[in-house]
């Protein structure tokens, strides 16, 4: 039923209608989206990623809320009756939905990651895969995998998030989880660690379980900080980055198609 | 003609305790110009919002161009205009939201160019559409219903919170529309005198429910409605004493500078024949003077 000129001309309308919130509500996205891109790009090619990594949890933080202030608007215009305007020009539900999906989180998250990747590439592939070894002897992690989780956790969080605030047409909802995900758990998990560290007495072991807790308690939402943890707690282990990676990859398709979903069942406009 | 709207006991209920709609069931024909009458919160917006697909109907059945209006949004919509009741625009300018419209309808640049001359528009493109006056708000929303030369024309309370002079001149507008394009119109209103020279079909709503709908003259003939007729004459008696005698004949009251007739709306016609033949000598013109909606919208409202 759905022939190739369907498809065409509804993809054509979705990148009709996200370029036109890129260019209105969409713009602080990208305007600090390519301020750290930069910053990105450039720590990259000088070779400072292992000093920046140290700030990625501030970044991603920043990035996750400048993302869930501007996405959580389509909340604003569905219950404001925009959203009403735009569909009666000729858009479906669907489409509406995935233009605002594709400016303000795909985008931003596949701009993030390219800034990153790139001059990566470009000066030095190696640093990708391989471990190297740093100043005063830390071997940081591989950057490909840094990347990786980095991007996926980024768009995990906002999208977790971005479900719930339309599911119940609140935008507090989406804030509020978007600060428990990238906030609150990635603090307590390592309070919790630590408790059950002191509770075992302190020896090389308890250490390694207080990295265990973090990453059982991150690896679903927040793969970055998992990663981080499963690296601490062994640098040589692939299972568990693998694990998290595939399993945070999995979650977060399957919060687009439940977004998406819902939005196309239940969107009254 | 084919139908292009059919709801078939259509129940929509708002947060799981308002009905709305209750078993709603009418058509309206293709090319017809419509009103959908009713007080406030009868219903009309909703009925409007179903047939764009806006909203999904609890119960029932809706057919729009023949499709279902929920599950093939796309196709329905693009062949509706629409000028809400409360249009809610993005805060852009004109211009940029008029692009945005004829982009995803595919319309021409120059289709719109003509579309915002013709509605005076033109000189307000680079203004913020927040600030335009209300007059010119309803110029825009007609304007952006017209992108991509729909098929159907639904207008919301299209002269709702206008000033007089505003609001004869929309009402001027839509009334050229429906005589330049052949497309059918529908015009939600509580205003029933608005109406009156525009439609020749109506849908009757009251709390939620179809009291009646069909063509405006059907329905005059089928309720019996009375039509009345100022006569201008220096011989009322006399016109008066040979009317009376016939069956259509309701009431005759005799006034200064004439007399009033109230007849059966059916034998307007024939009345009309009569004044302009036989007493064509003896009178010196004559008027209809209520309207036959205005009193069909009584009986229907004591119906309801
Ligand atoms: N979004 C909504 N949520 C809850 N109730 C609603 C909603 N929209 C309409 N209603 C209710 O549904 C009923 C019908 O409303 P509707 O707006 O369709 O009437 P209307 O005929 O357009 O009235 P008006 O002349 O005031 O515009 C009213 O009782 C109204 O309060
Ligand atoms: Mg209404």
Redesign the pocket.
């Known amino acids: 039923m759905s022939s190739t000129k369907n498809w065409r001309s509804s993809l054509r309308r979705v990148n009709l209608y996200a370029t036109h919130l890129l260019g209105t509500k969409a713009t602080p996205v990208y305007v600090m989206t390519s301020i750290i891109s930069f910053i990105l790009a450039i720590s990259i090619t000088y070779g400072a990623y292992f000093i920046f990594y140290t700030f990625f949890a501030v970044i991603l933080f920043a990035l996750v809320l400048v993302i869930i202030s501007t996405a959580a608007r389509v909340i604003d215009d569905l219950n404001e009756g925009i959203a009403s305007m735009i569909l009666t020009a000729g858009l479906s539900r669907f489409e509406y939905i995935l233009s605002w999906l594709i400016s303000t989180v795909f985008y931003p998250v596949i701009i993030i990651a390219l800034a990153a990747l790139i001059p990566a590439l470009v000066i030095s592939p190696g640093a990708l895969i391989s471990y190297r070894v740093g100043p005063i002897g830390f071997v940081p992690p591989p950057l490909g995998m840094l990347i990786m989780t980095f991007s996926e956790q980024l768009y995990v969080n906002t999208m977790f998030a971005l479900s719930f605030g339309i599911v119940y047409r609140r935008k507090s909802i989406a804030w509020v989880i978007a600060v428990m995900l990238t906030i609150i758990i990635p603090i307590i998990s390592p309070m919790i660690g630590v408790a059950i560290a002191l509770g075992m007495g302190p020896s090389s072991i308890s250490y390694r379980y207080t990295n265990l807790v973090i990453y059982f308690m991150n690896f679903l939402f927040n793969p970055f900080y998992a990663y981080l943890s499963a690296y601490a707690f062994d640098p040589k282990d692939i299972v568990l980055p693998l694990l998290t990676i595939g399993i945070s990859g999995v979650f977060g398709l399957i919060f687009t198609w439940a977004l998406i979903y819902h939005a196309k069942h239940s969107m009254e406009a | 003609m084919t139908d292009i709207i059919m709801f078939r006991d259509v129940v929509k209920i708002?947060?799981g305790v308002?009905k709305?709609?209750d078993k709603a069931s009418f058509t309206i024909p293709n090319k017809a110009i419509a009103g959908l009458l009713?007080?406030?919160?009868?219903?009309?917006?909703?009925?409007?919002?179903l047939i764009l697909g806006l909203l999904k109907p609890n119960e029932g059945s809706i057919r729009v161009f023949g499709m279902d209006p929920w599950w093939d949004e796309v196709d329905v919509r693009r062949r509706i205009g629409y000028l809400p009741?409360k249009p809610i625009y993005p805060d852009v300018r004109v211009y940029e939201y008029l692009r945005l419209v004829r982009r995803i309808r595919g319309a021409s640049r120059e289709d719109v160019i003509r579309l915002t001359k013709m509605f005076n528009i033109y000189k307000y493109l680079y203004s913020r559409i927040n600030s335009l006056s209300r007059g010119y708000l309803q110029r825009l929303g007609i304007t952006q219903a017209l992108i991509g030369n729909p098929e159907l024309l639904l207008l919301?309370?299209p002269t709702a919170n206008l000033d007089p002079s505003s609001r004869r001149e929309i009402l001027g507008l839509i009334k050229d529309l429906a005589k330049e394009l052949d497309i059918t119109i529908v015009v939600?209103t509580?205003i029933l005198p608005e109406m009156k020279e525009i439609a020749n079909y109506i849908v009757f709503?009251n709390k939620?429910r179809i009291v009646e709908y069909g063509p405006i003259d059907i329905l005059t003939k089928r309720y019996r409605v009375e039509a009345y007729y100022l006569i201008y004459t220096d011989q009322p008696r006399r016109i008066a004493s040979e009317l009376i005698s016939e069956d259509y004949v309701r009431g005759v009251e005799i006034v200064e500078h004439g007399l009033i007739l109230r007849i059966d709306s059916t034998y307007s016609e024939l009345l009309e024949e009569l004044l302009s033949t036989t007493y064509q000598n003896m009178i010196h013109g004559y008027k209809l003077v209520t309207g036959e909606l205005g009193e069909l919208y009584e009986k229907l409202e004591k119906l309801a």
Do not use: C, R
């Not at chain 2, 009713?38 to 919002?49: I, V």
């Open positions: 708002y947060n308002i709305a709609l009713g007080p406030n919160g009868s219903g009309k917006t909703t009925s409007f919002k009741e919301d309370e939600a509580h709503i939620g």
